[in-house]
């Protein structure tokens, strides 16, 4: 079975700064990856995901992420932080076959602070 | 369009009793997921509906169940409600082929349920 670790439950940036949310999952076959992002009261929107091909993929909102096989990651970046980006984000993986079965991390929370 | 749409968006039980939980997907969205939440936990996957049909099932307890209708929207039911079914449900839906990637996952915004 797939598994997700998020290792930071909550991290603090200052508007401007950089940000990199760490993901480590575990599956045994080429993962189909997925960040997350949940604003308070809201559902999941979903940020970029990975399938195959180009390790470094965009996603919306500025963020990208890469996935590094060798380390079993799929870390979050962005360059400059705004405001508005404070959520909870979420590192989910799939298995092959089941699409609408997504095994999720605990979460982190980013604060960003003016 | 719409999204994903649940009702109702919260809703207090008391231990024991049944609750019933109300999902419409994404216009032309056959499938239909359904995710718990507990407060400060990534979502949990209960149920997956795909044509009117059970396609995948989490690790949860009988007391779960769920069906999807006619018209692709879906309904989670919780029979003897405990504390530890206080939760946000969040239900998902997907476009494309049963088990197809390429269709992301369309969450809605959750029924935030209460057991007392």
């Known amino acids: 079975a797939q598994s997700v670790t998020q290792p930071d439950i909550h991290i603090t940036v200052s508007e401007g700064a950089s940000l990199e949310l760490r993901c480590n999952y575990s599956y045994g076959a080429t993962p189909y990856l997925f960040w997350y992002v949940q604003s308070p009261g809201q559902g999941l929107q979903l940020l970029l995901k990975y399938f195959s091909g180009d390790t470094l993929v965009q996603g919306n909102k500025g963020f990208e992420a890469e996935f590094k096989r060798s380390q079993s990651s799929f870390n979050l970046r962005k360059p400059s932080v705004h405001w508005s980006d404070a959520a909870e984000y979420f590192c989910?993986?799939?298995?092959?076959?089941?699409?609408?079965?997504?095994?999720f991390g605990t979460g982190t929370r980013l604060q960003v602070t003016l | 369009d719409a999204g994903v749409t649940q009702s109702p968006t919260h809703l207090i039980k008391t231990r024991g009793q049944h609750v019933t939980l109300r999902c419409s997907p994404i216009?032309?969205?056959?499938?239909v997921s359904w995710y718990q939440q507990v407060l400060g936990q990534g979502p949990q996957f209960i149920f997956q509906?795909?044509?009117?049909?059970?396609?995948g099932r989490g690790n949860f307890p009988d007391r779960f169940s769920a069906r999807q209708f006619p018209n692709y929207s879906s309904e989670l039911n919780v029979n003897a409600l405990l504390l530890g079914d206080s939760a946000l449900y969040l239900c998902?839906?997907?476009?494309?082929?049963?088990?197809?990637?390429?269709?992301?996952?369309?969450f809605g915004n959750g029924t935030r349920l209460t057991v007392t």
């Open positions: 998902a839906s997907r476009g494309g082929a049963r088990n197809s990637y390429n269709s992301p996952l369309h």
């Open positions: 989910a993986v799939g298995a092959s076959g089941t699409a609408s079965k997504l095994t």
């Open positions: 509906y795909y044509e009117k049909e059970e396609r």
């Open positions: 216009s032309g969205h056959k499938s």
